[in-house]
């Protein structure tokens, strides 16, 4: 969704590297993947991206 919307985003692959998920973890308070954060606001797993676009409000986030 986020490349057809055209927004550069960085993908921290955490598979194999049990520090690197651990930092997600503890920053996200979760331990799933993905987490994704717009800029330092974290918005959740993918269902969480998705309910902010069905909700109208994503772009408002992408674009500030």
């Known amino acids: 969704m986020l490349q057809s919307k055209k ?12 520090q690197v998920r651990a930092e997600m973890a ?3 308070g979760r331990n799933s ?4 954060w717009i800029g330092t ?4 797993g993918c269902d969480d991206l998705f309910a902010l676009e069905r909700a109208g409000k994503l772009d408002a986030l992408l674009h500030v």
């Open 7 to 18: 927004v550069a985003f960085d993908e921290i692959k955490v598979d194999g590297k049990p």
């Open 26 to 28: 503890q920053k996200a």
């Open 33 to 36: 993947v993905p987490q994704i």
């Open 41 to 44: 606001q974290h918005i959740g």
